[in-house]
C-alpha cells in the first residue's frame, strides 16, 4: 500500500505546495487489489498488432504520399483559378 507524506516546502515561499515522498512502496506488487489484471491479458494482443500493423502502415502512407496527394494537390489547384461572378437582376 502506497503511504505519502506531506513534509513542508524546503523553500521559505509560502505560496508553494508541500512536497509529497512516496514512503512504503512495493515495487514487487503494484497492484495488490488486481484492479488492472485483464491489462496483462490484452497487453501481448496490443502488441503483436502493433507491430503486425507496421509494414502495412508504411505502405500505405508511401501509397499516400506517391499518388493520392499530388492527385488532390492537382485539382486544388484546378479549382482554385476558378472565379464566379455573381449578378442579381
Known amino acids: 500500500m502506497l503511504h505519502l507524506q506531506a513534509s ?10 508541500p512536497v509529497v515522498e512516496p514512503k512504503n512502496i512495493n515495487l ?3 497492484d495488490p487489489n488486481y484492479l488492472n489484471d485483464i491489462v496483462k491479458i490484452y497487453s ?10 507496421k509494414p502495412i502502415s508504411a505502405l500505405w502512407k508511401l501509397l499516400v504520399v506517391s499518388f493520392i496527394d499530388p492527385l488532390f494537390e492537382s485539382i486544388g489547384k484546378l479549382f482554385s ?9
Open 44 to 53: 501481448p494482443l496490443v502488441r503483436c498488432c502493433t507491430i503486425a500493423i
Open 28 to 30: 514487487n506488487d503494484r
Open 8 to 17: 513542508l516546502p524546503r523553500t521559505t515561499d509560502k505560496t508553494a505546495p
Open 81 to 89: 483559378s476558378i472565379i464566379m461572378n455573381f449578378k442579381r437582376e
